[in-house]
């Protein structure tokens, strides 16, 4: 069943509804896609909707409640997003584990945390930078400039597929060795910094392979998990009209299944990811072929990039 809330939210001069399902995402987007809602307005386990459409969103089957039994619905349905995937509620989490990597450099890590907490961040923030640690940890990688290369991949994000990288890698470079870490250390997490911009590492460079397959392990998580990316990413280029936003993705996705060597480089990787990967870059791309219009060249060649 489709839910909505009264529009009690104030933002952009008007103030906005939720819209929720208490059964499943693909029923939320179908309900919402059939309503002309598009799919930036999506917010995880939500799409927000201003107030002038509460009354026909009513009209076309949504079930008018209050606050509190949408969200009772919601963990009902078991799609209400928990604290510890909000980024917000990271900060302590992921200030402990840059401690245990970089003792003394609180400074540091500080500035890194703010960096990916800033507000136009939805996919690339701090559970991002969670998982991918988490990713790494169950790869079997300990090694530190992995680890740093982590901590550094995406903490400039701007939207600019190769600009973020080669701009995050110049970050690493410039503050790593004033907190004590060795120059050829800081060089080294640089240069991985780096190699997520194409996620193509050499055949025989283990530690390219351990950071970009980590990048990359958010494709092999659960559907819905994976439907909260996808919706994540789209929010990150909010800006961008949905045809032409279509047409970039499935220049992403397919090349992503189509990659020579396979999705995942390292063993583990494709055995813990690697078959749910391809599965939901396949449902995606089904998914974009049957809700996009025909479009002309889009520039948003770093769509859903990791």
């Known amino acids: 069943m489709i839910y909505i809330d009264p529009p009690l939210w104030p933002a952009h001069g008007t103030y906005f509804s939720h819209l929720v399902s208490d059964s499943s995402l693909e029923e939320l987007h179908a309900f919402a896609d ?31 409640v209050d606050g ?15 604290a510890r995937e909000r980024a917000a509620s990271l900060v302590h989490p992921l200030r402990r584990r840059w401690d245990s990597l970089v003792p003394g450099a609180e400074d540091l890590g500080a500035e890194l945390l703010n960096r990916w907490g800033e507000p136009h961040r939805h996919y690339h923030d701090r559970r991002h930078l969670l998982q991918v640690l988490e990713a790494l940890h169950r790869l079997g990688c300990s090694d530190r400039p992995v680890l740093l290369a982590a901590w550094f991949h995406d903490a400039v994000y701007d939207g600019v597929p190769g600009a973020d990288e080669d701009a ?32 193509d590492p050499a055949p025989d460079d283990e530690r390219g392979k351990m950071l ?18 996808a919706a994540d990413v789209r929010r990150e280029y909010r800006h961008v009209e949905d045809p032409a936003f279509a047409a970039g993705r499935r220049r992403v996705l397919e090349a992503l299944l189509a990659r020579e060597g396979g999705l995942y480089r390292t063993r583990r990787a494709e055995d813990l990811w690697g078959t749910a990967a391809r599965a939901n870059l396949a449902r995606e791309l089904a998914s974009l072929a049957r809700s996009s219009s025909p479009a002309g060249t889009s520039s948003v060649s770093g769509a859903g990039r990791g």
């Open 212 to 229: 970009c397959d980590a990048d990359l392990a958010v494709l092999g998580r659960a559907p819905a998990d994976y439907d909260r990316y």
């Open 34 to 64: 059939a309503a002309g809602i598009p799919r930036r307005a999506f917010d995880r386990d939500h799409y927000d909707v201003p107030q002038q459409r509460h009354a026909d969103l009513v009209a076309a089957g949504a079930t008018p």
């Open 68 to 82: 509190a039994t949408l969200v009772r619905a919601l963990i009902a349905g078991g799609l209400r997003i928990p």
């Open 168 to 199: 995050s890698a110049v970050l690493a470079e410039e503050l790593l060795p004033p907190a004590g870490i060795p120059a050829a250390e800081s060089a080294e997490a640089a240069r991985l910094v780096r190699l997520t911009a194409a996620h």
